[in-house]
T-cell receptor, first 115, second 116 residues
Framework: GENVEQHPSTLSVQEGDSAVIKCTYS??????FPWYKQELGKRPQLIID?????GEKKDQRIAVTLNKTAKHFSLHITETQPEDSAVYFC??????????????FGTGTRLLVSP | GAGVSQSPRYKVAKRGQDVALRCDPI?????LFWYQQALGQGPEFLTY????????KSGLPSDRFFAERPEGSVSTLKIQRTQQEDSAVYLC??????????????FGPGTRLTVT
């Protein structure tokens, strides 16, 4: 089955710096890769996603890149702000060949942005 | 519009008790997922419904776990004879599409279950 690995587990940056979180996946049939932000005690919130037919997607300060050959994808946050502090989860779809797809999540990255 | 809601938000159960957790998906969403999130971990898939049909229950950890969505809207996750290892946050997510194409999933706030 699909396995998603996420690094680093914790990331501390200064306000204004960039942050990069990386994930790898194992199922070559995966075609959907969302990123979720989860603040303490809150629900995971979808912040950006990418499908396998594109290599990069941007939304203001956040961007995601996908390398299908290497089976890895990354989240990039520029000009970080204290309110970006949260746990970020990557996920990859699996089960494409069964007609039903579900998500497998990484173990999360705790991002701390210091003022 | 209204997002995914779950109730109760917190549940404390004594070992051996049965619990029922409720999920109200976004109106009109065809797909509904249940996940279990242990402390410090990512959500782990439990089961999936397309309308009222349970199409995948491969993630349910034991036969003590049972889920239903009888009218294709509200879903209930039931855990019988709770054990301490069942302590976790149970998340529900819904999406607008069905099989064949994976759509964005939107999560509820979760139910934190503590088994004492």
């Amino acid at each position: 089955g699909e396995n998603v690995e996420q690094h680093p587990s914790t990331l501390s940056v200064q306000e204004g710096d960039s942050a990069v979180i990386k994930c790898t996946y194992s199922d070559s049939a995966s075609n959907y890769f969302p990123w979720y932000k989860q603040e303490l005690g809150k629900r995971p919130q979808l912040i950006i996603d990418i499908r396998s037919n594109v290599g990069e997607k941007k939304d203001q300060r956040i961007a995601v890149t996908l390398n299908k050959t290497a089976k890895h994808f990354s989240l990039h946050i520029t000009e970080t702000q204290p309110e970006d502090s949260a746990v970020y989860f990557c996920a990859a779809s699996t089960g494409r060949n069964t007609g039903f797809q579900k998500l497998v999540f990484g173990t999360g990255t705790r991002l701390l942005v210091s003022p | 519009g209204a997002g995914v809601s779950q109730s109760p938000r917190y549940k404390v159960a004594k070992r051996g008790q049965d619990v029922a957790l409720r999920c109200d998906p976004i109106s009109g969403h065809v797909s509904l997922f249940w996940y279990q999130q242990a402390l410090g971990q990512g959500p782990e898939f439990l089961t999936y419904f397309q309308n009222e049909a349970q199409l995948d229950k491969s993630g349910l950890p034991s036969d003590r776990f049972f889920a239903e969505r009888p009218e294709g809207s509200v879903s209930t996750l039931k855990i019988q004879r709770t054990q301490q290892e069942d302590s976790a946050v149970y998340l529900c997510a819904s999406s607008s599409g069905g099989t064949g194409y994976i759509y964005e999933q939107y999560f509820g706030p979760g139910t934190r279950l503590t088994v004492t």
